[in-house]
């Protein structure tokens, strides 16, 4: 005798017909960006000036577009004819953590303007409905069902909760794209980008960048649970190289989005500590090997730099050419690293990390000592070695604001555009190598050294050849930086300290962003540095803020914020084999299966 039982149907938080609830959620979204219109306090004295009506500034913004997004998931969901692209995954979750991200942007503002104006009756009628609204919106995303159903509903409120917020998978699109509008979207995708970081960038210091954290970090798991960013990635992947070009169009606009070098010079500064991460990421993330001491090389490059490029300061007055400067940082930080690797790459793990601690800390205390009273007169010991003249190549002054196809472009706005292209070297240096037969092998000695070495593979050889690669392109970048901070000092290059770069937070930029990737370390090391520089209210907490995160992240998403599909394996259970996606015959299903639990 067979019997049949029937799963109940999963439901929400709230005891809601689905239907009810996205037509609630969708129209609470339409409701919270209708208040963006009205004035939310009655003083200007909040950042962002919320007192105008029917022009929504400062955190009003973000309220806007979080409810239209909130607005056009929540319509994809109720089956909307032209809609269903931006749903290609998954329907609810992608609702449920958009309404959070304007739920969390909307009272956090809410709550900034009564505690920066002293009490709750600073707000307008505008504020008070924008709470509202808000609230209700999340209520009815709360409601949603799970897009996946498990083999037994969840019965507990935060088990229902978790349960919404796992997307289903990724659907194959009804048609195929042509190749132009492919591109199209990629363009439009990284145009959005661009908006998105500098809209960020210029908003004001304190409050009103919190707030926009706050919605980005709700914001992008909404869009990944969609599946609108595996959509994007697997466009990248087949245009690959319009994608590069796109992404450093993209990046090259900035400086002319910017009046002033307020952030200009944060910009550049950014594109200098990403371009040593992404060196200091062939070391660790392809290689394997933990270094400790990594900002030495970025140190040895800008001394090397600063010491040929014409400082009245400098021991050996020479002024080269900018081209002839960055050849000889690069070959200084390169010989440093087969010097330093050499004896030292014969250890592994802990003891080759505490080497190149040692190294880091040699290199700095070396710096101070080369005063011309504890040893020769080359570096001016703490002073180090200010008024490094601004770059000049073929006539064009980058100490001088330029205007650039009728667009005003300031000073650091040149460095800025520099370091793209410096970027854009090493980002292709990065690509060959880890494409190459040397970046495989780098990566099996990373796996298994005493496998690789079992297959032939020269550990000690390959080994030294990724830490002189990474210290030249670390040199590559010293030299830029020296011309930037148009100075060079032993204090700039530590192992840990409040403000970056120093080798904790490069390493930690490549563990943030996602090690053995392109663009986890460039992602890494933005937010490292943007983050501190907006937020300069925590500076004294700053360190225990950073350990804090750092926690969680390994205890939440160890692989990083953009994995590859190995790390993703590795530390997350799927349920497959780590192999390429490929249909077994149906007599050898079982016994895969099988093989891969064990």
Not at 81 to 96: D, I, K, S, V
Not at 129 to 144: D, E, I, K, P
Request: net charge neutral.
């Amino acid at each position: 005798m067979t019997t049949n039982t029937t799963t109940p149907p999963a439901r929400g938080l709230f005891p809601l017909a689905e239907r009810t609830a996205r037509l609630l959620t969708a129209a609470g979204a339409l409701a919270t960006a209708a208040t963006t219109g009205l004035a939310w306090t009655w003083s200007s004295d909040f950042p962002g000036d919320l007192t105008y009506y029917f022009s929504p500034a400062g955190l009003q913004v973000v309220t806007l577009a979080g409810g239209v997004l909130t607005l056009l998931f929540a319509l994809a969901a109720l089956g909307i004819r032209g809609l269903q692209w931006l749903t290609p995954a998954g329907r609810n979750a992608p609702t449920l953590l958009a309404a959070l991200a304007t739920f969390a942007a909307t009272w956090f503002t809410l709550i900034a303007i009564a505690v920066h104006l002293h009490g709750l009756v600073n707000l307008e009628p505008g504020g008070a409905l924008a709470a509202v609204t808000s609230l209700l919106t999340l209520a009815g995303a709360l409601a949603l069902p799970p897009d996946r159903a498990g083999d037994r509903p969840p019965s507990g409120p935060w088990q229902r909760f978790t349960a919404t917020l796992t997307a289903g998978p990724l659907r194959s699109p009804t048609r195929e794209l042509p190749s132009w509008a492919e591109i199209l979207v990629i363009a439009a995708a990284f145009a959005a980008g661009l908006l998105v970081f500098t809209y960020g960038i210029d908003t004001d210091d304190g409050a009103p960048f919190v707030g926009y954290l706050l919605f980005m970090a709700l914001a992008v798991p909404a869009l990944h649970r969609a599946g609108l960013t595996a959509r994007l990635t697997a466009l990248t992947r087949t245009h690959r190289p319009v994608a590069l070009g796109a992404a450093f169009l993209s990046a090259a606009c900035f400086p002319f989005t910017q009046d002033t070098d307020q952030y200009t010079i944060i910009g550049a500064n950014i594109l200098i500590f990403a371009t040593v991460a992404l060196g200091l990421n062939v070391v660790v993330g392809l290689a394997g090997l933990l270094d400790l001491g990594y900002v030495a090389f970025l140190g040895v490059g800008a001394y090397a730099a600063a010491l040929v490029s014409g400082s009245p300061e400098s021991a050996f007055g020479l002024h080269f050419p900018f081209w002839a400067a960055l050849l000889t940082g690069a070959a200084a930080s390169l010989v440093f690293g087969v010097l330093i690797g050499a004896p030292t790459l014969r250890l592994r793990g802990d003891y080759l990390a505490i080497v190149t601690l040692g190294f880091g800390e040699i290199f700095r205390i070396a710096m101070l000592n080369l005063n011309g009273t504890t040893g020769p007169d080359i570096t001016n010991g703490a002073m180090g070695i200010p008024n490094i003249p601004n770059l000049e190549i073929f006539g064009f002054n980058f100490g001088e604001p330029h205007v650039i196809l009728g667009i005003p472009l300031a000073t650091y706005g040149n460095y800025y555009l520099l370091m793209i292209l410096v970027t854009a070297f090493v980002v292709l240096v990065f690509r060959r190598a880890a494409a190459s037969r040397i970046g495989r092998a780098w990566i099996a000695i990373r796996e298994d050294e005493t496998a690789a070495i079992a297959m032939g593979i020269n550990s000690f050889r390959l080994r030294l050849l990724a830490f002189a690669l990474g210290a030249a392109l670390a040199g590559l970048a010293g030299t830029v930086h020296a011309h930037v901070v148009t100075t060079a000092t032993p204090e700039q290059f530590q192992f840990a300290g409040p403000q970056p770069p120093n080798s904790a937070f490069l390493l930690a930029a490549v563990i943030l962003g996602g090690m053995g990737t392109l663009s986890g370390p460039l992602v890494g090391a933005a937010l490292l540095f943007l983050i501190p520089a907006k937020l300069d209210f925590i500076q004294d907490y700053q360190l225990l803020l950073f350990g804090i995160a750092l926690v969680l992240l390994m205890r939440f998403r160890p692989e990083g914020l953009i994995p590859d599909r190995r790390k993703q394996l590795e530390f997350h259970e799927t349920g497959q084999l780590d192999v390429p996606d490929q249909r077994l015959p149906d007599a050898d299903a079982t016994l895969g299966a099988t093989q891969a639990k064990a």
